[in-house]
């Protein structure tokens, strides 16, 4: 059994710790206070700084969605309102946000007006081939912004970068295409202007079971993931 004396340091110890805890728990607390308080300082700096980075972005993108409608304004006219509709639904039907369906469709109109094809003609080819661009992206599990060069390359006249797509652009396929939708007579050949149109033929023949892929499977993580952020891109626009 311990003795008082024993007893009496070990009540002692005791005390002395509960007091140096207690001044420990002191300290702790009075820098836990000054930390919180510098914490919500910084915190504010970078809120706010935050909050100009996005305010900065927004406004850049709608800088880029305004010199977007004026150039589908310029290439498809009085027919402008058919891009800007696609446009207004592309987050949701095609993954894209309103300015990169615009730019993707006007990139396309100014080679079909080029050819001299009229404003309406023009804005429903583009927007059907803006469309295309984003159902065989799903269908391929490919990036929509690729396909997108790959189309225009088509209808300028490089059959390789579809071809592993299943769309086949050879000068003799395009000849027998011609001859049977009688765009040319038997001994004539195409001209600039003819062929873009076959080409675009083509490319919807050959990519029938393609098309409506987005659509089929929207609801998909791939697709998902299209439409989200599109959406979001819209809003801070």
């Known amino acids: 059994m311990a003795t008082a004396a024993e007893l009496d340091v070990v009540l002692r110890a005791r005390d002395h710790a509960s007091q140096d805890i207690q001044r420990v728990a002191g300290a702790f607390g009075g820098l836990q206070s000054t930390a919180l308080k510098v914490g919500s300082v910084i915190g504010t700096f970078f809120a706010a700084r935050q909050a100009l980075d996005w305010a900065k972005s927004a406004v850049m993108a709608a800088s880029d969605v305004v010199e977007s409608q004026n150039k589908v304004q310029v290439v498809f006219g009085e027919s402008a309102k058919v891009v800007n509709d696609f446009a207004a639904r592309a987050a949701r039907d095609v993954g894209q946000t309103a300015q990169q369906a615009m730019e993707g469709a006007a990139s396309f109109g100014n080679m079909f007006r080029t050819i001299g094809l009229g404003d309406k003609v023009s804005a429903d080819m583009s927007v059907r081939l803006?469309?295309?661009?984003?159902?065989?992206?799903?269908?391929?599990?490919?990036?929509?912004?690729?396909?997108?060069?790959?189309?225009?390359?088509?209808?300028?006249?490089?059959?390789?970068?579809?071809?592993?797509?299943?769309?086949?652009?050879?000068?003799?396929?395009?000849?027998e295409e011609a001859l049977a939708t009688g765009i040319i007579k038997v001994g004539q050949e195409l001209n600039e202007a003819q062929k873009v149109q076959v080409r675009y033929q083509l490319m919807l023949k050959d990519t029938t079971l393609q098309q409506g892929a987005f659509a089929r499977t929207s609801e998909g993580m791939a697709n998902a993931t299209r439409i989200t952020p599109a959406a979001v891109g819209d809003f801070m626009a």
């Open 130 to 175: 803006a469309q295309l661009a984003s159902d065989m992206a799903s269908f391929n599990n490919a990036d929509p912004s690729e396909m997108l060069l790959r189309l225009r390359s088509g209808l300028a006249g490089e059959a390789e970068p579809l071809r592993r797509f299943g769309v086949l652009l050879s000068e003799a396929r395009m000849q």
